[in-house]
């Protein structure tokens, strides 16, 4: 969808017409009430479930299919489900790859940078289009957890139910210094040539690959990558060089290659710079209590035991804040082996509690609990 | 969840629901499926939390309502102000925790009242039990000692010194049968639950 009216960024500059892509899967019901926004993290799409057939007859599956669907915990044929693809990401919605109307030349290293706050007005006016003045539920995981949590705080008459899964209310120094080793891989290969790599026909390829390497490291746990890859050897001995020996260093050249064939560089630069910002208690003197006051929704957070990236202590912190402000929050700590990852891959538990979240908006739903009010 | 089905379902709970005071804000420690913070919201007007750790438990919580934070109590209530509820619920919970005088105390912080409720070892069966050399096993004890998830026994007696111990006083303390109806003649004897009101001192 096309975006005439500019769109004022956080940073002070303004997006003048932009393009948002996104997909539905569902119906939306008479009085508007069943309509739930995904929101993806750093490397996903407005593809959230279902499958494309690819050119070459490969398959396509929504990076959250087995999340949304119908019959999934989060049912196509109760909801109405949008995916839309943020500003400044690679897969079709306007990003740095794309010409700047005001030079005609792909925008670079020259596109605004953007916050989870900039993405959510941009989802909001998305809704207006759409004729959705509130969701039943704003969902996602990490990155996308975040836009959930702005979305409770921006817009609080707009949205019913807050869904944020693996997230947290800020970066630690911890998280910023990965992201920051991950900027600079891209920064300094020779291919970036300060972003205008389109200009040269080539991709900052090096960059990307070690990019997605550091970053693949923290959402696996040491317990998962131990009993996955252990200290297994490809040839069964050692090589007394520098090649791929241990199957954990072949398979993260495996995701690096292949991250860095479809993925965007300018777009990993930004899109971990909105990560880094991302501290909504920043202007309320760090207080998250205060940062939550205004919000109206009714949380679930889900963490996961091994996941050290956005450890259950920062989604504890911020259960704390809502319990301070007396807010409706359910929270479920799964004890999952399998790291930041979990919140992608299938588990019993974690996927009991959603169906059952997604269960109780039914029935909301069907009793007109969640029946938009009249706009004000 | 009306009265009559919280009965059918828990008499044991349905007699504690008559000293929670309407439109309160409630902590339900160890709250199971949720059943007795479901009916306090919907026949009460109350609001508040339930604290669960186990994973099956979540879900039915979830349908009916109720917010659930899933946690061990074991790591304290620190996520809660002082004074932050009016009444503090641990029914059947106790029993199974390490840290009995922590999770007392805790509540004595976080709430101005309390109810607490577990399982009375002074019953006469589990005392007969005893008598013939072996542990007691009943409705209220249904497990074998080697599987018990209870670590600690006491009986009524014992749990009054330590709740004043920790800045709980007694108002109310009442026995309920296997049936959940209150036993006022000889309670420690014949009561299998102990029940106590109790307040911030």
Redesign the interface.
């Known amino acids: 969808m096309q975006f005439s009216a500019p769109l004022p960024l956080q940073s002070g500059a303004s997006i003048a017409g932009y393009t948002l892509v996104y997909e539905t899967y569902g119906t939306l019901n008479a009085d508007h009430s069943n309509a739930v926004l995904v929101c993806h993290a750093l490397n996903a799409s407005h593809h959230v479930a279902g499958v494309y057939i690819e050119p070459d007859g490969s398959k396509n599956v929504g990076w959250w299919d087995n999340m949304v669907g119908p019959g999934k915990p989060l049912d196509t044929d109760q909801f109405f489900v949008i995916g839309v693809n943020n500003l400044g990401s690679c897969f079709g919605s306007t990003g740095p790859m794309h010409v700047n109307p005001a030079t005609g030349r792909p925008y670079g290293v020259g596109f605004p940078v953007v916050t989870v706050e900039d993405w959510v007005h941009a989802q909001a006016r998305l809704a207006d289009a759409l004729g959705i003045r509130q969701f039943a539920a704003v969902m996602g995981g990490s990155l996308g957890g975040m836009q959930a949590i702005a979305w409770s705080m921006l817009y609080p008459d707009r949205i019913r139910h807050c869904i944020a899964v693996a997230s947290t209310p800020k970066l630690s120094a911890q998280n910023i210094a990965f992201n920051d080793v991950a900027r600079q891989a891209i920064l300094t290969d020779p291919d970036y040539h300060g972003g205008d790599y389109y200009a040269h026909g080539v991709v900052p390829r090096r960059g990307l690959r070690l990019a997605r390497m550091v970053g693949h490291i923290t959402y696996l746990s040491d317990d998962d990558m131990a009993e996955k890859f252990g200290r297994e050897l490809r040839s069964g001995e050692y090589q007394f060089g520098y090649g791929v020996e241990f199957e954990i260093e072949s398979y993260l050249r495996y995701q690096g290659d292949k991250f860095s064939e479809y993925f965007d560089a300018n777009t990993y630069l930004l899109i971990t710079k909105a990560l880094d910002y991302f501290d909504p208690a920043r202007k309320h003197g760090g207080d998250l209590t205060k940062a939550l006051a205004d919000t109206r929704a009714?949380f679930?957070l889900v963490s996961f035991t091994t996941d050290w990236r956005f450890a259950p202590e920062r989604s504890?912190e911020f259960?704390?804040a809502l319990?301070?402000n007396?807010r409706?929050?359910?929270?479920?700590?799964?004890?999952a082996p399998h790291g930041h990852d979990a919140f992608l891959l299938e588990d019993p538990?974690y996927m009991?509690?959603i169906?059952?979240?997604f269960?109780?908006l039914r029935k909301q739903i069907e009793s007109g609990e969640l029946r938009p009010k009249a706009a004000a | 969840m009306n009265f009559r089905e919280l009965s059918v379902l828990r008499a044991d709970l349905a007699f504690i629901a008559h000293w929670v005071t309407e439109g309160v804000h409630v902590l339900d420690l160890g709250c199971g499926d949720g059943v007795m913070l479901d009916y306090l919201q919907s026949d009460k007007k109350c609001v508040g939390y339930g604290i669960e750790i186990d994973d099956d438990k979540i879900p039915a919580c979830i349908e009916r309502g109720v917010s659930v934070i899933q946690q061990d109590l074991e790591g304290g209530l620190a996520i809660f102000a002082d004074n932050a509820f009016d009444t503090v619920l641990c029914l059947s919970a106790l029993q199974m925790m390490k840290n009995v005088e922590g999770i007392l105390r805790d509540i004595a912080r976080v709430g101005r009242e309390a109810i607490v409720s577990f399982p009375n070892f002074a019953y006469w069966p589990h005392r007969i039990a005893l008598l013939r050399g072996r542990m007691p096993v009943s409705k209220s004890l249904p497990y074998e000692w080697y599987d018990t998830p209870n670590l600690r026994c006491a009986t009524i007696k014992d749990f009054e010194e330590l709740a004043n111990e920790v800045g709980l006083e007694v108002l109310e303390c009442v026995a309920l049968d296997e049936d959940g109806k209150p036993v006022s003649f000889l309670p420690n004897w014949r009561g299998s639950l102990a029940v106590f009101r109790l307040r911030k001192k």
């Open positions: 009714e679930l504890r259960v704390q319990v301070n007396k409706r929050v359910t929270y479920a700590e799964i004890d538990r009991g509690v169906r059952s979240y269960d109780k």
